[in-house]
Each structure stands twice: as structure tokens, then as C-alpha cells.
């Protein structure tokens, strides 16, 4: 077809023109197709923001969230990347042509530093969630969480080994925010994401259950940024179903970016940034309790020593221990001394306002024992649906164990809408 029109064009003129018009009918293409899988969900669009002006988002705790039309939806998967189930992940949003954002553990990134490229390679956006998944950040001295954030950080960058590829976007562990924290991250220009609803996948529930949250819980929104963890079998179960589900009613992916000096923001108005009504079928309650998890086979993590981070956050001491067994000498990667992206260190001040209470302890309705909230980081391999791992698919990677969790019935934390 090109050949055909191109033969009839006489002018350079026309020649240009027409090649111009080529050039804008194939990028329309891209976007709405995804060759090989007629169909398919596909990424509607592209989003770019820019960190230094909505540095906090997801309603879930601030004010403000994406700039989302009705139908929209964010994918965001965190605490990876995990191969055996990330890499899964990926193939099933390679398979519906969908663009989602990866919020990295560094020690993941450590462990499986290629599962970090492979997220650049095609495509996503990649954002960072520590260095050690702290579990309460609000409790931690500034100085800890600042060098839980800056680790993390350049632990993913060694992975990538290209700084542009980092996405100045951040996660906090367990959304356990601290106005601290949040300054420092806002000081550095790194955009905050809470979430709009997450799909307590790092619960015990079975991936249809997962299935059903995801979707009912969008569908009290009606758009939003869904938080996944790509690590959790249970997910990547879902996950197919979930996207399937998504365009058979309507609902559209947008891929979010920073902006750069060569891309700038998507114009947008402060409202649409404002938090949407809140829906009582989207509870924030529904949060875990602060997940409390170790490193397992510390001996093949390639983690900093607790000589190294001197930690003296308690509440990291059941990781750090097991990472202080470790036989190999500690690599601790050098503190990042420059941000990759502009330092906008006017940027902390109004802001605050835009934060929501956390809530209390006592509305927190997920009925669970001690240790059912703990599974965040747990490996997927005691999970009745889920296989269990080959140690060749485990070997070098961090493999990661929830404190006393079990399998039988009673220990299944259901939200309080499922009972
Ligand atoms: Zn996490």
C-alpha cells in the first residue's frame, strides 16, 4: 500500500504530505490495535504528569488523583519484580497490549535485576518502593526513611543501568505514610502514589475473590489507579480476567510517564486532579494491618548488612536479622547523590492540607489473626492454586516468606463485604 501511493505522488510536496499522513494513521493504529491479539484491551492513552506540581495522589489518602476521565484505569503492581510471577505478568499485559506502572522493591531489583530491564524493555513505567519494604515508615526516623527511599533508588538504577528509565513516582510501603517521608520525597521531585482501591491480593483469598474486588471496587468509582501486586500467584491468576473484564464494560487503560524537558505534562485543570466522592464501597479501612515479613534464604540476598544500614528501626529488625546471616559479603549500593531528575526543593510546602487521616485502628473491619495480614511480600508457593516453584525457579532470587502464615480456612482474611 505504501508502494502504490507513493508511486502516484509526483511533488516532494505531496510526498511529504502523504508520508506525514502515514506516519499519524500508523501511530493511531498502534494505539488502538495490538497486532496479533485482535481485541485486546490496548492502552488508550498516555498521561504525562509532572511530579513538582501533583507531588501526592490516590484517594485512598490524599486529595488529590490522576487526572482520570470516567472509564479510566491506572494498573499498578508493586513489590516485584518476583520472575516466576512477574514475568507472567508481563506476558499478560504484552498479550492486551496494556502499559501499567511498577513500583520496584530494591532488593528485588538486586536479586533480579534482568526482571527490571524486562519492564523497561517493554514499555511500563517503572517507579520505586524502597530499599527493604520497611514495614511502618511513619515510625522510622527521617534519616532511615531516607535512606530506604535513596537505596531503593539506586539499586533499581544499577539494575536499569540507565537513569532516564527511572520514573521519579514512589510508593510507601503499606501506604504507611509520614508527612517526613512525603516532604523529603516531594524535596527530591518524586511523585507519592497512593492508590483508589486496591484488590487485597496479598490477602488469602483465591484470585477469583481477587477478580471480584478488582471489579467491584472499580465499578464504585467508575476510574481510578488499582493497586496489584505482581508477585502473588494469586494475581497473575486474575490478572487475564480482570483485563478481559475491563473491556467488556467499557473501561479504557492509561499509561502514566513523567514529564521531561522533551515531553511535557498532559494539560490538565487543578479540578481534575481533586479527590472524587468517596464511595462507602471503597473502604480505606480495608488497608492491612503493617505487614510483617522476613527475607527467607537470606544467604543468596545480596542485601546491605545490618552493620551497613544501622538500623535501629525496630520493626525492620525481623528482616534485617535475616539478611545479617548472610554469608556473602554485604553490597551495599553507594547512596544516590544526585536525584535523576530536577530537585525541586520548594515543592514540600501546601501540599500537607491535601492529606487525608489515616484511619484509626479501630474501623480497620478485616477480621484476621495475628499473622494473616502479613502477606504482602509472601511467596506464593503454600497457596493451595498456586504450584510450587522449581529451586530453579527460585534460585538467586529473593524469596520471600510470610511470619506464621497458614493455609487452613480460618486464617482467610475476607473483607467485611465478602461476609
Ligand atoms: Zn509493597
Known amino acids: 500500500m505504501v508502494g502504490n501511493v507513493l508511486v502516484g505522488v509526483r511533488t516532494p510536496q505531496w510526498a511529504a504530505l502523504c508520508l506525514g499522513l ?3 494513521s500508523a501511530q493511531t493504529a498502534s494505539a ?10 490496548g492502552t488508550s492513552r498516555t498521561l504525562v504528569v509532572d511530579p513538582r506540581q501533583h507531588p501526592r495522589i490516590g484517594t485512598m489518602q490524599y486529595a488529590e488523583t490522576l487526572p482520570l476521565r470516567d472509564h479510566e484505569v491506572v494498573l499498578t503492581f508493586d513489590d516485584g519484580p518476583l520472575p516466576r510471577n512477574s514475568n507472567q505478568v508481563l506476558d499478560i499485559l504484552a498479550s492486551q497490549c496494556v502499559k501499567a506502572t ?21 514499555g511500563h513505567s517503572i517507579g520505586t518502593h524502597t530499599q527493604n519494604h520497611p514495614t511502618g ?16 533508588i539506586a539499586s533499581v538504577k544499577t539494575a536499569l543501568g540507565d537513569d532516564a528509565a527511572l520514573a521519579p513516582f514512589f510508593r510507601i510501603p503499606g501506604l504507611s505514610r509520614a508527612d517526613g517521608v512525603e516532604d523529603y520525597l516531594a524535596s527530591q521531585g518524586i511523585q507519592i502514589w497512593s492508590a483508589d482501591f486496591p484488590a487485597d491480593d496479598w490477602h488469602h483469598i483465591s484470585s477469583s475473590r481477587v477478580y471480584d474486588i478488582a471489579i467491584k471496587r472499580l465499578e464504585a468509582k467508575g476510574r481510578g489507579i488499582l493497586l496489584l501486586h505482581d508477585i502473588q500467584a494469586r494475581t497473575v491468576a486474575a490478572l487475564p480476567r480482570i483485563l478481559r473484564e475491563l473491556k467488556a464494560r467499557g473501561y479504557r487503560i492509561v499509561h502514566v510517564v513523567p514529564a521531561t524537558p522533551e515531553q511535557p505534562a498532559t494539560p490538565t485543570e487543578p479540578q481534575q486532579w481533586q479527590l ?4 462507602e464501597n471503597v473502604a480505606i479501612s480495608h488497608w492491612p494491618k503493617i505487614p ?11 542485601g546491605p ?16 536479622e535475616a539478611s545479617n546471616h548472610a554469608s556473602r559479603p554485604a553490597r551495599r549500593v553507594p547512596l544516590p547523590r544526585e536525584a535523576p531528575w530536577p530537585r525541586q526543593s520548594s515543592l514540600a510546602p501546601g501540599s500537607a492540607a491535601n492529606v487525608l487521616p489515616v484511619p484509626a485502628q479501630s474501623i480497620f473491619e478485616i ?5 494473616a495480614a502479613t502477606q504482602e511480600l509472601a511467596t506464593p508457593s503454600h497457596h493451595a492454586e498456586q504450584p510450587v516453584p522449581t529451586e530453579r525457579e527460585t534460585e538467586g532470587l529473593a524469596k520471600l516468606i510470610s511470619v506464621g502464615a497458614s493455609d487452613s480456612p480460618g486464617t482467610i482474611a475476607v473483607p467485611i463485604e465478602a461476609r
Not at 488502538?32 to 484491551?41: F, N, S
Not at 472524587?276 to 464511595?279: A, G, K, Q
Open 32 to 41: 488502538a490495535d495490538c497486532p496479533g491479539h485482535p481485541g485486546a484491551l
Open 292 to 302: 510483617n515479613f522476613v527475607f527467607a534464604n537470606a544467604e543468596m540476598l545480596p
Open 137 to 152: 515508615m511513619k515510625r522510622m526516623s527521617i534519616e532511615r526513611a531516607r535512606q530506604e527511599i535513596d537505596d531503593g
Open 367 to 371: 477480621q484476621e489473626r495475628p499473622h
Open 102 to 122: 511498577f513500583f520496584i522493591i530494591g532488593r528485588m531489583a538486586q536479586s533480579a535485576p534482568e526482571g527490571v530491564r524486562k519492564l523497561r524493555d517493554a
Open 305 to 320: 548488612a545490618l552493620s551497613d544500614l544501622d538500623w535501629r528501626d525496630g520493626r525492620s529488625m525481623s528482616l534485617v
Open 22 to 24: 502515514l506516519a499519524i
Open 276 to 279: 472524587h466522592p468517596p464511595s
